[in-house]
Each structure stands twice: as structure tokens, then as C-alpha cells.
T-cell receptor
């Protein structure tokens, strides 16, 4: 595997379900990010991890819970989501959080029913 | 409020023509990125602009940054169908009131190049 991978690529879940999105980067980077891309809004940064420590949480509801067990893996745990949470969730990584371009994964298309 | 505005949001152009996409931003920053996104795909990094006056070119695309005017442009020369995609600019506000790694994205410009 190369670059940034995400699983699953598509996910349909009910509002009472609990699921997790997984991201893995194979680039030796130290920073990882979660973004939300919905049809009606620009790409929104959700969380930033640097060296496995969360450095940014952009006022994201608690029904989204990130986890970064090591510098190569990032998870987004989902529970009791709302239909408006349906979106494309993108993971990205970079060498660091300053002055470094971010490399994006293919995304997980999430539909909440 | 930090704003990144792209225009146009939709652009339909004929092959062989030239056009420019504009990215204006409302905060101080000297780092700006351009990305391309094909339908159903992820974002692909095109250009990284790290200083005032930076200009970068790759094939038919050329990007520039004017930090004093808070403006970046993406110029398309002699467009071809393969350039059809959505193009995003993103302003890096780390160190300027934003947190680390904080990219503020524009809404994107959907480009369609027709024969």
C-alpha cells in the first residue's frame, strides 16, 4: 500500500449505530487530519493530530470521537449520528503541522439514515 | 471570520482557451495550496506556494501568490479535456491566529473543458 488509505470507502449507518472509520498513512508522516466534505459547505477541518497528540478540535460534536494510536493510524469513531452528518470524510497526513503540504486519502462516503 | 473565496465557482470552457481562477482570502498568510479533485476521488496536491511572489508551473497550469493583495491565481493555458475537475485553494493560517495545520479551503471551482 502506498500513500494514505481509508476504509471503508462507503458506509451506510443508522442513527443509533456505532461505527469507526480507519485511516492509515504509509508516508512516514507525523501529522494526521480528519476533514468533512459535504455538498453545501467548503472542506472543513475536524481534528489534527501531531505525533499522536491531538492539537486541534474544530468545535466538532462529541458524537465524533478521534483516536490516534500511533503516527501511522487514525480512527474516527462514530455514534448516534444525524442525517446531516452524511458527507465524505477525508483523512490527510503531512510531515508536520507547519509549512507542510497535506496528502489526502480517497475518503469514506458516509450516509446516515 | 476567516474567509477564502474562489471565483468563479463554475467554469465551462472550450479546449484551447485560456482562463484564470481566483482565490481571495481575508487573513494574513504567506502559504497557500492548490488541490485538484476528480469526481468521486480524493484531493490531489497541485501547488504549494510559500512566499509572496511565488509562481509555480506544471504543464498547462500556473499558480501565483500575492500575499499583499491576499490573492492567488491559477491560470490555465490552452485547456484540454483532462483538466476537467474541481480545483480548491487552501490558505494555511497556522501561526496567524489559526492552529497548527489549519487549512481553510475555498468552495472550489468546478471546471468543465469541452471539445
Amino acid at each position: 500500500e502506498t500513500g494514505v488509505t481509508q476504509t471503508p470507502r462507503h458506509l451506510v449507518m443508522g442513527m443509533t449505530n456505532k461505527k469507526s472509520l480507519k485511516c492509515e498513512q504509509h508516508l512516514g508522516h507525523n501529522a494526521m487530519y480528519w476533514y468533512k466534505q459535504s455538498a453545501k459547505k467548503p472542506l472543513e477541518l475536524m481534528f489534527v493530530y501531531s505525533l499522536e497528540e491531538r492539537v486541534e478540535n474544530n468545535s466538532v460534536p462529541s458524537r465524533f470521537s478521534p483516536e490516534c494510536p500511533n503516527s501511522s493510524h487514525l480512527f474516527l469513531h462514530l455514534h448516534t449520528l444525524q442525517p446531516e452528518d452524511s458527507a465524505l470524510y477525508l483523512c490527510a497526513s503531512s510531515h508536520g503541522t507547519d509549512y507542510y503540504e497535506q496528502y489526502f486519502g480517497p475518503g469514506t462516503r458516509l450516509t446516515v439514515t | 471570520e476567516l474567509k477564502v473565496e474562489q471565483n468563479p465557482l463554475f467554469l465551462s470552457m472550450q479546449e484551447g482557451k485560456n482562463y484564470t481562477i481566483y482565490c481571495n482570502y481575508s487573513t494574513t498568510s504567506d502559504r497557500l495550496y492548490w488541490y485538484r479533485q476528480d469526481p468521486g476521488k480524493s484531493l490531489e496536491s497541485l501547488f504549494v506556494l510559500l512566499s509572496n511572489g511565488a509562481v509555480k508551473q506544471e504543464g498547462r497550469l500556473m499558480a501565483s501568490l500575492d500575499t499583499k493583495a491576499r490573492l492567488s491565481t491559477l491560470h490555465i493555458t490552452a485547456a484540454v479535456h483532462d483538466l476537467s475537475a474541481t480545483y480548491f485553494c487552501a490558505v494555511d493560517v497556522a501561526g496567524y491566529g489559526g492552529s497548527q495545520g489549519n487549512l481553510i479551503f475555498g468552495k472550489g471551482t468546478k471546471l468543465s473543458v469541452k471539445p
